[in-house]
Nanobody, 124 residues
Framework: QVQLQESGPGLVKPSQTLSLTCTVSGASLTPDVYYWGWIRQPPGKGLEWMGGMTYAGSVFYSPSLKSRTSISWATSKNQFTLHLSSVTPEDTAVYYC????????????????WGQGTQVTVSS
């Protein structure tokens, strides 16, 4: 099975940039039939899709986060990254990377692959 693992700092100060990396490992899937992206879940709230991209690197963002969000593949394409700028405490959430059949993720789907999630707290 394909495995995804988020990594990055668990604590970010307000106004800074939140940066996370998703590492993809294992086997096997056809990568170009999935969207590779990021979803977050603030405490007490539902999933919020942030953005995703194709294997070829075409990127799409949630309108509410587009101005602050950047998603891209690393050179090796076994990793992809999330940068969320100008963070506030409202950005505190569990952040997930995922490979999904649909671009805009509203719920978990059994055919998708998700990381375990990583808690990121925005606080001074």
């Amino acid at each position: 099975q394909v495995q995804l693992q988020e990594s990055g700092p668990g604590l970010v100060k307000p106004s800074q940039t939140l940066s996370l990396t998703c590492t993809v490992s294992g086997a096997s899937l056809t990568p170009d039939v999935y969207y590779w992206g990021w979803i977050r879940q603030p405490p007490g709230k539902g999933l919020e899709w942030m953005g995703g991209m194709t294997y070829a690197g075409s990127v799409f963002y949630s309108p509410s986060l587009k101005s602050r969000t950047s998603i891209s593949w690393a050179t090796s394409k076994n990793q992809f990254t999330l940068h969320l700028s100008s963070v506030t405490p409202e950005d505190t959430a569990v952040y997930y990377c995922a490979a999904t059949k649909e671009l805009v993720v509203r719920t978990r789907d059994a055919s998708d692959y998700w990381g375990q999630g990583t808690q990121v707290t925005v606080s001074s």
